[in-house]
């Protein structure tokens, strides 16, 4: 089989690395890729929000099976030129991709579906906004209906950084995603993520991660596309992801599916637990960045017949071969982060690092410049390990980090303290 895998992330790199040890993968080629992918993979130039570009590139290049990682193009409709092309292809279509691509949307779909998520209001201008804040007090929390690349949401803990957050989304701070603002109940208790399949009719479940989304250790200072995760999530026990499943994923897949607009692809349901209970947070319809990184390593090279099977809509036959242990990874990212950093600076000691199925360093933004690995993005390299237990995955993986070299560059120190 021809494979394209869209995306130049860590998240794509370990889908390049599961998928290339499945025997069917004749051809695997990734665009943009980055240097690590380069390493296993043929890397094209290709505008990858251009859905006939790809579906152009597919059909001369002879692709089988395109595998699209990250949001924007699935929201841009480059699954739905695929379709249209004849090319099997991962990934829901922009209609589906609207459970990532706008909260109003999904909050509504929730509604229709009974599915327990936060109470909220929905509002086109700052005055009706601020009101609702005032009349439902602080903590409260204010999102950016469109993609807003993870930043459109603030928690505000009192009232004056709520109507100040609405000032900014309205002022146009997060683009034409603040146009319209989502206001939600502020939910306690302890996030994880918990990752399905769907087939347009039928889930199937293959793994659950906690991310670490703060810059600080203890999770303090800003948000950022995550720090680190690990695979399983304790708190995600199997009572609590079946509760997930009927109450909350089950129906809403029922709901797109009325509404003509049946989800394909990974959903990535993000809850918030408390008392045994989990209610949606989000859903994002990709794969997490980094939770991918301990999934693939989890699940190897059936990630392939997996994906496949829910391109086919064959998941009701499919199974997963579940592994025991845990994995977990440290994301190194350049200093600055997540504000500015500056690129092009030498990674040392990555050919020394040990690579099997226990060890592997992710790529994101790196590339290679005159047969040197260089940073060129935020979060730049993901340090995975697997273990036994946890501990296990957590000493190996820490120790692969001490043998890297990159003074331009950060990691946390303390990924996994929740679950340890
Ligand atoms: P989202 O982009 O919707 O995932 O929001 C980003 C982060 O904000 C989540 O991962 C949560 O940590 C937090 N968050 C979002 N919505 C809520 C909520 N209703 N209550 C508490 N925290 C929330
Ligand atoms: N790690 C969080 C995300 O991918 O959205």
Redesign the pocket.
Known sequence: MNILILGSGGREHALTWAIAQNPKCDRLVVAPGNAGMAKIAECATLDIEDGAAVADFAQAESIDFVIVGPEAPLAAGVADRLREAGVLVFGPSAAAAKLEAS?SFTKEICDAAHAPT?GYGHFTDAASAKAYIRAQGAPI?V?ADGLAA?K??I?AMDEATALNAVDDMFGGAFGGAGAEVVI????DGE?ASFFVLVDGEDVLPIGTAQDH?RVGEGDTGLNTGGMGAYSPAPVLTDAIAMQALDEIVKPTMREMAKRGAPYQGVLYV?L?IKDGHARL??YNVRFGDPECQVLMMRLGAQALDLLQAAAQGRLAQTKVNWADDHALTVVLAANGYPGAYEKGSVIQGLDGVASDSKHMVFHAGTATKDGQIVATGGRVLNVTARGGTLQEARDRAYALVDQITWSEGFCRRDIGWRAL
């Open positions: 909260k936060a929390v999102k993870g459109g949401v928690v939600e109940e502020f939910m996030e989304k993000g918030m947070v989000e």
